[in-house]
């Protein structure tokens, strides 16, 4: 399991690292004092797990969780026992008030790491979905799905096997599709991360299709 941390005082990441070296199944890559950096890092690398500390200057950890689109796994430290409510209203797995002990620290580590199994788990299992097509539903595998286009109120789900036509919004669409494996790239369009071939800053390139990133949104 994977993590970073972030919080202002150089003493409380260093008890961190730490603990964390410990922790046989948990690899902390990097720290940061700066949660601007921190930030900047998570934008760029998947994460399985952050430890960020909830009172910092420039910025809150709660703000902090709240600007991640896709946020990994949170356990909050502070010394502040005041905002545990409002840790665990933003869905954190855990919060440890300062100063905390190896113990407190594994127990924490270890729900984290069991909800994550729990979650590889679930993904393994569930390698299609069912849409509605016409008056049935359709079993579409995941893997076949290409891309998927907006065309009025219905999408066309192009697949390696033929089309499916579909009454749902490109929403809706993604939350039944796994993050990690398709993106958005145009109000129109959803991609199968692992059929691109080829990209640049204007379009994405399938084996025989080529589809525009809007501009409000990238893939990388």
Sequence with gaps: MT?????????????????AAKVPFLELKTCFSNAFEGIEYLQ????DL???DIKMPDISGVEVSRSLQ????IIFTTAYGEHAVEGFE???????????????????????HELLL??????????????????????????????VEAAGNYLNVFLSTGKVVTRL???????????????????????????????????VFLATVELPIGMNYEFG
């Design 90 to 112: 933003l869905s954190a797995v855990d919060y440890l008030l300062k100063p905390f002990s190896l113990q407190r620290f594994l127990k924490a580590c270890t729900k984290a």
């Design 169 to 203: 919004t490109l929403n809706e669409m993604l939350e039944l599709l796994p993050k990690v494996e398709f993106t958005r790239i145009h109000r129109s369009y959803i991609v199968a991360r692992s059929k691109v071939v080829k990209f640049n800053k204007h379009s």
């Design 118 to 147: 729990l979650k590889s788990e679930s993904k393994k299992e569930r390698r299609f979905i069912f849409l509605k097509d016409g008056y049935g539903q359709v079993k579409v595998t995941l893997e076949d799905i290409l891309y």
């Design 70 to 73: 896709n946020p990994p796994m």
């Design 50 to 52: 952050l430890f960020l």
């Design 44 to 47: 760029k690398q998947k994460i």
């Design 3 to 19: 993590a970073i941390a972030i919080d202002d005082e150089p003493i409380a990441l260093e008890v961190i690292k730490s603990l």
